[in-house]
């Protein structure tokens, strides 16, 4: 069996196999290795790097045509998908909840497609959740970038000049980006408060030094996964009340609240947005779903107003290094699933298989993308 690796070609820096995970994937006997050449140069990984762990260099199209098992980090473009042969098999994170088009492709190439951002959020999935993996380096670049843009310490300092004050910083969501954020911002040492619809987040977010905004009446579904749900009209309107009065007191705001498959919800109006301090930093991780900030522009920073919004849901690629480290990781973990001695061996009874299996044979297997689908 061949494993091909393929370059990112939508500016991000992120490659899905570091030269390490090369090695460990020989040892379970796979007979080769193709990396395009120049895959890893945005994440300082040559191509020499790879071929010393055993890995050939080749180009796009011979990857695309003579690989069984693909590996990419985003959705491959058409003409990619076009150029691979029926019955291969393709791994990536394809957002397939809201990326129909694509999935169509897949069911018309004949592809058996492995997306790896619907990998159930469960312990046994841990070691190659990708979600979690690049929502830390997300939410610990996220406060970077914000301390980067603020005109202000984020620690208090005491001077011969002066006393300055700890930035207070507001962190909408307490997921794994949330919380990296939390952490990151209180080890700069500002003051933290974090909003989260999950009664769960509370003790994790106390646990970093931060303290929890409490709203009443939120709705919560334990076969979520993890991830918030939709709430009703009263408890948004009591949310919106309580985000308003702490971001109009903080210095930044940090957005990373998603529900998946569906438009971010807004939990930063225009209004609020107007009533805080000149000089506040606004950080969008939801951008690419509408973003939690009703102004928020995607891969856009704007001002409105004195506050700076910067609207990024692919942070974690402005880390290549790391980011790749990790994702390299995870996708050597899940290989290690459906690849046994050399071969592929597709168990479709193991839930970690058949939760991230979303085309085969032609159909849409995956019942939650089914149903994106039928909508």
């Known amino acids: 069996m061949i494993i091909g690796v393929l370059a990112e070609q939508q500016g991000d820096r992120r490659i899905p196999l570091t030269p390490k995970n090369v090695t460990d994937l020989l040892e379970l006997n796979v007979a080769q290795i193709l990396v395009e050449s120049g895959a890893g140069e945005k994440a300082f990984v040559s191509d020499v790097s790879f071929q010393d762990k055993g890995a050939t260099i080749g180009s796009r199209s011979e990857i695309l045509k003579n690989s069984d098992v693909i590996l990419k980090v985003t959705a491959p473009s058409e003409s990619d998908i076009r150029a691979i042969a029926e019955g291969k098999v393709l791994v990536a994170a394809f957002n397939p909840l809201t990326n129909h088009n694509l999935v169509s492709q897949l069911i018309q190439q004949s592809i058996s497609s492995f997306s790896l951002d619907l990998l159930p959020r469960t312990t046994r999935a841990q070691a190659m959740d990708i979600l979690s993996s690049m929502s830390s380096v997300s939410g610990y670049k996220a406060i970077?970038?914000?301390?980067?843009?603020?005109?202000?310490?984020?620690?208090?300092?005491?001077?011969?000049?002066?006393?300055?004050?700890?930035?207070?910083?507001?962190?909408?969501?307490?997921?794994?980006?949330?919380?990296?954020?939390?952490?990151?911002?209180?080890?700069?040492?500002?003051?933290?408060?974090?909003?989260?619809?999950?009664?769960?987040?509370?003790?994790?977010?106390?646990?970093?030094?931060?303290?929890?905004?409490?709203?009443?009446?939120?709705?919560?579904?334990?076969e979520a996964g993890g991830y918030a749900v939709q709430q009703t009209k009263e408890f948004i309107k009591r949310q919106t009340e309580a985000i308003a009065k702490q971001a109009s007191e903080s210095d930044v705001v940090v957005c990373t609240a998603l529900i998946q498959g569906r438009k971010a919800p807004v939990l930063l109006t225009k209004e609020t947005v107007e009533k805080m301090k000149p000089g506040s930093i606004v950080v969008d991780l939801a951008a690419i779903a509408g973003g939690n900030c009703e102004i928020t522009r995607n891969d856009a920073t704007i001002l409105h107003k004195g506050v700076t919004i910067i609207g990024d849901s692919n942070l974690a690629s402005s880390m290549p290094q790391d980011a790749s480290m990790m994702f390299g990781n995870n996708v050597l973990n899940f290989l290690k699933l459906i690849v046994k001695e050399g071969e592929l061996n597709l168990n479709l009874e193991d839930d970690l298989v058949a939760g991230t299996l979303i085309t085969h044979n032609r159909e849409v297997v995956h019942e939650r993308v089914q149903k994106a689908l039928s909508q």
């Open 144 to 222: 970077i970038l914000a301390a980067n843009h603020l005109g202000r310490f984020f620690p208090m300092f005491m001077t011969a000049a002066g006393t300055v004050i700890p930035a207070k910083v507001l962190v909408l969501g307490a997921g794994v980006a949330g919380l990296q954020a939390i952490a990151t911002a209180r080890r700069l040492g500002a003051v933290v408060h974090a909003f989260d619809v999950r009664t769960a987040a509370r003790e994790e977010v106390l646990s970093l030094g931060a303290k929890f905004v409490d709203v009443e009446g939120a709705k919560e579904d334990i």
